[in-house]
T-cell receptor, first 117, second 114 residues
Framework: AQSVTQLGSHVSVSEGALVLLRCNYS??????LFWYVQYPNQGLQLLLK??????LVKGINGFEAEFKKSETSFHLTKPSAHMSDAAEYFC???????????????FGKGTKLSVKP | GAGVSQSPSNKVTEKGKDVELRCDPI?????LYWYRQSLGQGLEFLIY??????PDKSGLPSDRFSAERTGGSVSTLTIQRTQQEDSAVYLC?????WGVGPQHFGDGTRLSIL
C-alpha cells in the first residue's frame, strides 16, 4: 500500500530564508509524486509533479522538488521565502497504472508554512 | 466553467439530517473525484467517477455516504443521517480523464454538524 509522510506539521521561516518541506513516500511500484498548495478557504493548487525523466522538477512560484529513489523522498524547496508563500503544502503519491496513467492520489497530512517578516 | 465549482460553500446542519453537496467540474473533464479534509485525518480520497461510472467506492467511510454523477458532468455527494464526525471540508476535483492530466480542485464545502 502506498503512503506519504510529511515531516513537520508546522514549519516557520523568515522572509528571504530557504524553504525546505520534507516528504517521504512508500510505494511498491514506480510512483508519480506531487506537491499541492492550499491557501486559506481555497482548494488545492498543483505546484509541481514528477512522473518520469528528470528527477529535479521545477514548479510554479519558484518552488522545486527532487525525486530521490534511494531515499524514497521528494522534498520541496524554495531558495528565498516570500510572505505570500504562507499556506499549507501537501505531498501526494499515486501509482503508475495502465501503461503510464496515474492512479488515485494518496496525500500526506500536510505542512503549514509560516513566513515571518 | 473556468474552474471546479462547489456548492454550497458552507453548510451547517443538525445531527441526523441528510445533506447534499454539489460539484460542477471543468467543462470537458470526464473524471471527477471527491475528497474529505478533516482535522487529524488530513485529506482522504472518497470516490472517483470516470464518466458516470464509479469503479472505486472503497474510500466511502460508511453506507451513509453515496455519490452519483449524471450526464457526465455534475456530481452530488449525499450524506444521510449525518453524525458529528462527518464535519469536514469536502473537496471535489476533476481531470481530463482518470489517470490523465493533473487534478484541478474546487474551493470545497465546509460542512458543520451541530
Amino acid at each position: 500500500a502506498q503512503s506519504v509522510t510529511q515531516l513537520g506539521s508546522h514549519v516557520s521561516v523568515s522572509e528571504g530564508a530557504l524553504v525546505l518541506l520534507r516528504c517521504n513516500y512508500s510505494s511498491s511500484v514506480p510512483p508519480y509524486l506531487f506537491w499541492y498548495v492550499q491557501y486559506p478557504n481555497q482548494g488545492l493548487q498543483l505546484l509541481l509533479k514528477y512522473t518520469t525523466g528528470a528527477t529535479l522538477v521545477k514548479g510554479i512560484n519558484g518552488f522545486e522538488a527532487e525525486f530521490k529513489k534511494s531515499e524514497t523522498s521528494f522534498h520541496l524547496t524554495k531558495p528565498s521565502a516570500h510572505m505570500s508563500d504562507a499556506a499549507e503544502y501537501f505531498c501526494a503519491v499515486s501509482d503508475q497504472v495502465r501503461g503510464g496513467s496515474q492512479g488515485n492520489l494518496i496525500f500526506g497530512k500536510g505542512t503549514k508554512l509560516s513566513v515571518k517578516p | 466553467g473556468a474552474g471546479v465549482s462547489q456548492s454550497p460553500s458552507n453548510k451547517v446542519t443538525e445531527k441526523g439530517k441528510d445533506v447534499e453537496l454539489r460539484c460542477d467540474p471543468i467543462s470537458g473533464h470526464t473524471a471527477l473525484y471527491w475528497y474529505r479534509q478533516s482535522l487529524g485525518q488530513g485529506l482522504e480520497f472518497l470516490i472517483y467517477f470516470q464518466g458516470n461510472s464509479a469503479p472505486d467506492k472503497s474510500g466511502l467511510p460508511s453506507d451513509r455516504f453515496s455519490a452519483e454523477r449524471t450526464g457526465g458532468s455534475v456530481s452530488t455527494l449525499t450524506i444521510q443521517r449525518t453524525q458529528q464526525e462527518d464535519s469536514a471540508v469536502y473537496l471535489c476535483a476533476s481531470s481530463y480523464e482518470w489517470g490523465v492530466g493533473p487534478q484541478h480542485f474546487g474551493d470545497g464545502t465546509r460542512l458543520s454538524i451541530l
